[in-house]
């Protein structure tokens, strides 16, 4: 009997082990199910984000070429809505102009009819070549089911000078050997080389400035100010970001302000200059020839000054502030941080 009893239960385990085991497998094959329809929904899923881009817009190109004669002391033109512009000079006295217009919008055919909207212009007189891009004036042009942009790129005379305007796109010009002005509302500006002057601007982007000869105005709202290897006098200013002045080399005047960002000079200083250099939120560094000779004006209202200069001390010593003359004197240097400090040192 008790052996009887004793198999009853073995079976009414094996059967509840068997149970427990065909269970587990249907729920597992219901967990595969699961997951290999979320693969599937998700290989969907993507594909769709893929593709949607593709599916909502389309785009058209199209290539514009034109030249006009110009003297080779001539001056260039050319104003952009939406774009790049880049300027380069060859021996020709002529101004060859190569754009690529490009829209953008639901249907090819509404990205051609966008792009047949905007002009571009060129007309030529006497010692001038001006370019300008002309979109619609209808404000339901802007900013619906329409993005059209061109971007340029000018050869110019040699000696001929130029003013290149952008609202939204960089700016570059290479080797003018003309008075350069490049001003942008969203970009970058960009000059390499240069015989004459240079006014280059932008409200948000970097400026940058490399191997010119002459005088250069420099500014930014939002972005650096950089310029390395230059001759003339400099005057760079910008509110949020940093400005460094490398290698300058023949300057009578510097001017280098920041609001917020830092403050860096590297070159020479004449007896006969005014340099001054100045942030309100960021360091001052001044690297200076060995053997110059200068007289000195540096304050740091929340931070240190310091100099590696032997200096005649004038006034009282603090390490706030500091005036006095260094070998002869000459050179007349202001450097001031309100939240930052001020370095003077020597270089090579």
């Not at 003297?71 to 754009?99: C, F, H, P, T, Y």
């Not at 792009?115 to 060129?122: G, L, N, R, Y």
């Not at 080797?175 to 490049?182: L, W």
Request: charged residues 30%; proline residues 2%; contains cysteine.
């Amino acid at each position: 009997m008790k052996t009887a009893m004793k198999e009853i239960r073995i079976g009414q385990k094996m059967r509840k082990v068997r149970k427990n085991i065909k269970g587990e497998k249907i729920m597992r094959k219901k967990e595969r199910s699961k997951f290999k329809g979320f693969e599937i929904g998700l290989i969907l899923l993507l594909g769709w984000l893929l593709v949607l881009p593709l599916a909502a817009e389309k785009r058209y190109e199209q290539k514009f070429e034109k030249t006009e004669n110009l003297s080779r002391d001539g001056q260039v033109i050319i104003s952009n809505v939406s774009g790049d512009i880049k300027v380069l000079v060859w021996k020709e006295d002529k101004v060859k102009i190569e754009a690529i217009k490009r829209a953008e919008a639901s249907s090819q055919s509404k990205a051609k009819e966008n792009m047949d909207k905007v002009e571009i212009q060129v007309k030529a007189e006497p010692g001038l070549v001006r370019i300008e891009t002309k979109y619609p004036e209808s404000k339901r042009f802007f900013g619906g089911d329409s993005s059209v942009s061109v971007d340029y790129t000018l050869w110019i005379p040699e000696k001929a000078s130029v003013e290149a305007k952008s609202v939204s796109g960089d700016v570059r010009v290479e080797q003018p050997g003309g008075q350069v002005k490049a001003n942008t509302v969203s970009g970058d500006v960009t000059v390499i080389g240069g015989k004459k002057s240079i006014a280059a601007k932008t409200v948000s982007g970097d400026v940058r400035v490399e191997g010119a000869e002459g005088d250069c105005d420099l500014g930014s709202v939002s972005g650096d100010v950089y310029a390395s290897r230059v001759k003339g006098s400099v005057e760079a200013e910008v509110v949020s970001g940093s400005v460094r002045l490398l290698e300058i080399s023949e300057a009578q005047r510097v001017s280098a302000k920041s609001i917020s960002g830092s403050v860096e000079y590297r070159g020479q200083v004449y007896s006969d200059g005014r340099y001054q250099f100045k942030s309100h939120s960021g360091s001052v560094t001044l690297v200076l020839p060995a053997d110059s000779s200068f007289e000195l004006e540096a304050e740091a209202f929340s931070g240190s000054v310091s100099t590696e200069f032997p200096i005649e001390i004038i006034g009282k010593i603090s390490n706030k502030e500091i005036k006095g003359k260094v070998n002869k004197g000459g050179a007349y240097i202001i450097a001031k941080a309100f939240s930052g400090n001020v370095e003077i040192r020597k270089g090579s």
